[in-house]
């Protein structure tokens, strides 16, 4: 034993390359949540009515209105969650697409289930 290690061969699993670029994405778009479905209720509405607050003053029916706020929600949370957000080196590609197509190449399930955000310098 070398080193707590025994000594002979040893298995090299390859890394794939999405694992190295997601820290990537992190770092320039400042995710929240990982999925939509990860935000809670209470922040989905709140969101709502800041953006009717917004929108009061425009003379549009109440259905026009709502389907406004939906869109500008769903917009919203593109750039939140990370899943959605676009990939940084191909903007027509989301995070979740490019897992996807890590998925199909691989033919191995990957998961993000957590990430934390580090930030030097900010107080």
């Given at each position: 034993?070398?080193?707590?290690?025994?000594?002979?061969?040893?298995?090299l699993f390859p890394i794939p390359k999405v694992v190295l670029e997601l820290p990537q994405e992190d770092g320039v778009q400042a995710?929240?949540?990982?999925?939509?479905?990860?935000?809670?209720?209470?922040?989905?509405?709140?969101?709502?009515?800041?953006?009717?607050?917004?929108?009061?003053?425009?003379?549009?029916?109440?259905?026009?209105?709502?389907?406004?706020?939906?869109?500008?929600?769903?917009?919203?949370?593109?750039?939140?969650?990370?899943?959605?957000?676009?990939?940084?080196?191909?903007?027509?590609?989301?995070?979740?697409?490019?897992?996807?197509?890590?998925?199909?190449?691989?033919?191995?399930?990957?998961?993000?289930?957590?990430?934390?955000?580090?930030?030097?310098?900010?107080?």
């Amino acid at each position: 034993m070398q080193g707590g290690h025994p000594a002979g061969p040893g298995v090299l699993f390859p890394i794939p390359k999405v694992v190295l670029e997601l820290p990537q994405e992190d770092g320039v778009q400042a995710p929240g949540p990982i999925l939509l479905t990860g935000v809670p209720a209470a922040e989905l509405e709140q969101e709502r009515e800041i953006i009717r607050a917004q929108l009061k003053d425009m003379n549009k029916p109440p259905q026009i209105i709502e389907k406004i706020v939906e869109g500008k929600l769903k917009k919203y949370f593109e750039e939140v969650c990370l899943l959605d957000q676009p990939y940084i080196k191909d903007d027509k590609m989301t995070i979740q697409q490019l897992i996807s197509s890590y998925i199909s190449k691989f033919g191995e399930n990957i998961k993000v289930r957590r990430f934390a955000r580090f930030e030097l310098g900010q107080s």
